[in-house]
T-cell receptor, first 112, second 114 residues
Framework: DQQVKQNSPSLSVQEGRISILNCDYT??????FLWYKKYPAEGPTFLIS?????DKNEDGRFTVFLNKSAKHLSLHIVPSQPGDSAVYFC???????????FGSGTKLNVKP | KAGVTQTPRYLIKTRGQQVTLSCSPI?????VSWYQQTPGQGLQFLFE???????NKGNFPGRFSGRQFSNSRSEMNVSTLELGDSALYLC?????????????FGPGTRLLVL
C-alpha cells in the first residue's frame, strides 16, 4: 500500500506559466515532506522541503504548500522554464526517523 | 566535491542468480540509504546504514541485504533474483543519519533480470 501518491503521471505546461504538482499521503503521522527532481540518467536531486508545523515554504521559483487536514501537498513552480522539465517525486515521512516514502513521480514537460 | 557514485551502472542477470551493487557516498557522508525504483511504484525504501549499522529497513524480503564498510561505502546484495527485481536501484548519502538530513542521490544501477 503506497503511503504517498502522485496521481498525475504527467503534466504539460507552457513556459512562463505556473506548474502545480500534487501529492497525497495517507499516514497522518508524517511530519516532514520533500520534493525531488530527477533528470533522465541522473539520480534525484533535492528541491525543497516542508515541516508539518508550516503550511508553506518558498525557495525562489519553488513553493510547497501543505494541507494537513487534507493530507495533501503541492509544489508550485512560477514561472515555469523548459529546464524544469523532469520527473518530480514527493516524499513524506517521520522527521525523527529519517525514513521517507516516495510517490511514483510526475513527469513535467515545460514547452517553450 | 565528487557526488555519489554507483557501480555498475547497468547489469543484466538471469533468474536465480545473485547480484552485488556498490555505492560510494559523498566524501564525509556517513549515512547511506538504498531505494528501488520501478515504473509506477516510485521509489521504495530498502534500507539505511550509518556507521556500518543498519538503522532502518523497508518492506523487502530477506533476499535483499546490504552492508556498510568503515569508509562508509555500501554494498547491496540481492540473492535468488526474480524477474520482478528488474529496477533502477538508487543509493543516497547524507552527512549524518539525523532528522531531516538532505539526501544526495547517485545515478543508480539499472538491473535487468531475464
Amino acid at each position: 500500500d503506497q503511503q504517498v501518491k502522485q496521481n498525475s503521471p504527467s503534466l504539460s505546461v507552457q513556459e512562463g506559466r505556473i506548474s502545480i504538482l500534487n501529492c497525497d499521503y495517507t499516514n497522518s503521522m508524517f511530519d516532514y515532506f520533500l520534493w525531488y527532481k530527477k533528470y533522465p540518467a541522473e539520480g534525484p536531486t533535492f528541491l525543497i522541503s516542508i515541516s508539518s508545523i508550516k503550511d508553506k515554504n518558498e525557495d525562489g521559483r519553488f513553493t510547497v504548500f501543505l494541507n494537513k487536514s487534507a493530507k495533501h501537498l503541492s509544489l508550485h513552480i512560477v514561472p515555469s522554464q523548459p529546464g524544469d522539465s523532469a520527473v518530480y517525486f514527493c516524499a513524506g515521512g517521520l522527521y525523527n526517523f529519517n525514513k521517507f516514502y516516495f510517490g511514483s513521480g510526475t513527469k513535467l514537460n515545460v514547452k517553450p | 566535491k565528487a557526488g555519489v557514485t554507483q557501480t555498475p551502472r547497468y547489469l543484466i542477470k538471469t533468474r536465480g542468480q545473485q547480484v552485488t551493487l556498490s555505492c560510494s557516498p559523498i566524501s564525509g557522508h556517513r549515512s547511506v540509504s538504498w531505494y528501488q525504483q520501478t515504473p509506477g511504484q516510485g521509489l521504495q525504501f530498502l534500507f539505511e546504514y550509518f556507521s556500518e549499522t543498519q538503522r532502518n529497513k523497508g518492506n523487502f524480503p530477506g533476499r535483499f541485504s546490504g552492508r556498510q564498510f568503515s569508509n562508509s561505502r555500501s554494498e547491496m546484495n540481492v540473492s535468488t533474483l526474480e524477474l520482478g527485481d528488474s529496477a533502477l536501484y538508487l543509493c543516497a548519502s547524507s552527512l549524518e543519519a539525523g532528522p531531516g538530513e538532505t539526501q544526495y542521490f547517485g545515478p543508480g544501477t539499472r538491473l535487468l533480470v531475464l
